[in-house]
């Protein structure tokens, strides 16, 4: 089993930023690619952003490209997503994902965390 742990969300207004953390834990040697996915009130979850083992390979959603950074930090099995020019649109639980593969849908994913609230005010 893997155990992850998010933190870092809060209130923030538009144009700001916020920087998660997702902290891995367990058989971590089973994981080949940990992403973020977001849930806003009434809508899908939806992809954000991974993180592959393969080579360091990122991938993002066209909406938070460019405003986004995943990144990785090996030593402490812990992945970042470091968001700016936030908008209200980016309002949202965010939750971290890990899995045994490349991939950018839901179902490729095993483990996730409790996710964290971000909220954009206007």
């Known amino acids: 089993q893997v155990q992850l742990v998010e933190s870092g969300g809060g209130l923030v207004q538009a144009g700001g930023s916020l920087r998660l953390s997702c902290a891995a834990s367990?058989?971590?040697?089973?994981?080949?690619?940990m992403s973020w996915f977001r849930q806003a009130p009434g809508k899908e979850r939806e992809f954000v952003a991974a993180?592959?083992?393969?080579?360091?390979?990122?991938y993002y959603a066209d909406s938070v490209k460019g405003r986004f950074t995943i990144s990785r930090d090996n030593a402490k099995n812990t992945v970042y997503l470091q968001m700016n020019s936030l908008k209200p649109e980016d309002t949202a639980v965010y939750y971290c994902?890990?899995?045994?593969?490349?991939?950018?849908?839901?179902?490729?994913?095993?483990?996730w965390g409790q996710g964290t609230q971000v909220t954009v005010s206007s």
């Open positions: 994902s890990a899995g045994p593969r490349d991939g950018s849908y839901r179902g490729e994913y095993d483990y």
């Open positions: 993180f592959y083992w393969s080579g360091g390979r990122t």
């Open positions: 367990g058989r971590t040697f089973s994981i080949y690619a």
